[in-house]
T-cell receptor
Framework: AQSVSQHNHHVILSEAASLELGCNYS??????LFWYVQYPGQHLQLLLK??????LVKGIKGFEAEFIKSKFSFNLRKPSVQWSDTAEYFC???????????FGKGTKLSVKP | GAGVSQSPSNKVTEKGKDVELRCDPI?????LYWYRQSLGQGLEFLIY????????KSGLPSDRFSAERTGGSVSTLTIQRTQQEDSAVYLC???????????FGPGTRLLVL
């Protein structure tokens, strides 16, 4: 069965620090990858996605992710975080037999002002 | 346009009672998914509908759970004889087509006392 691993449970950063959240997936074939964000009290929102093409994907709010097939990774990055980026971030692969998403456990990001 | 909506937003019930959760997908989206988000289990997939049909119900946690979709639109998730372990946030997502990008609703927070 496919799985997604997010290495960091909770990351604490100061504003303007750079961010990289790790995500590894287990599936070796063609993958469709996503990062979703859940701000406090809000629903899951799509941050960015990779289906094919350029492995460097740009999303909303200055986030980007790089698909590295040889490392089975899809890490999320942002050069300079803001307090408003405080949220929980979920990596997911579209890999279930019914087109469902398989999620990582999530990484909680706290940004100190 | 309107996103995915779910009702109720919160539901408190007593153990043993039945509950019904509703999902209204984005108009025109043929694929609909139910997920459950809980502290211990993270985000887990429950069931998928393509149109009104759910080809595989094996993701439902027990036979107390059932779901239906009518008119290719609204879906209801029913939990009979609720148990405390059913307490979670139940999320609905829809996509234009199977294996497409999924957009999530705000969820229904269920608390079983």
């Amino acid at each position: 069965a496919q799985s997604v691993s997010q290495h960091n449970h909770h990351v604490i950063l100061s504003e303007a620090a750079s961010l990289e959240l790790g995500c590894n997936y287990s599936y070796g074939g063609t993958v469709n990858l996503f990062w979703y964000v859940q701000y406090p009290g809000q629903h899951l929102q799509l941050l960015l996605k990779y289906f094919s093409g350029d492995p460097l994907v740009k999303g909303i709010k200055g986030f980007e992710a790089e698909f590295i097939k040889s490392k089975f990774s899809f890490n999320l990055r942002k050069p300079s975080v803001q307090w408003s980026d405080t949220a929980e971030y979920f990596c997911a692969v579209l890999g279930g037999s019914q087109g469902n998403l398989i999620f990582g456990k999530g990484t909680k990001l706290s940004v100190k002002p | 346009g309107a996103g995915v909506s779910q009702s109720p937003s919160n539901k408190v019930t007593e153990k043993g009672k039945d509950v019904e959760l509703r999902c209204d997908p984005i108009s025109g989206h043929t694929a609909l998914y139910w997920y459950r988000q809980s502290l211990g289990q993270g985000l887990e997939f429950l069931i998928y509908f393509q149109g009104n049909s759910a080809p595989d119900k094996s993701g439902l946690p027990s036979d107390r759970f059932s779901a239906e979709r009518t008119g290719g639109s609204v879906s209801t998730l029913t939990i009979q004889r609720t148990q405390q372990e059913d307490s979670a946030v139940y999320l609905c997502a829809s996509s234009l087509e199977p294996y497409g990008t999924q957009y999530f609703g705000p969820g229904t927070r269920l608390l079983v006392l």
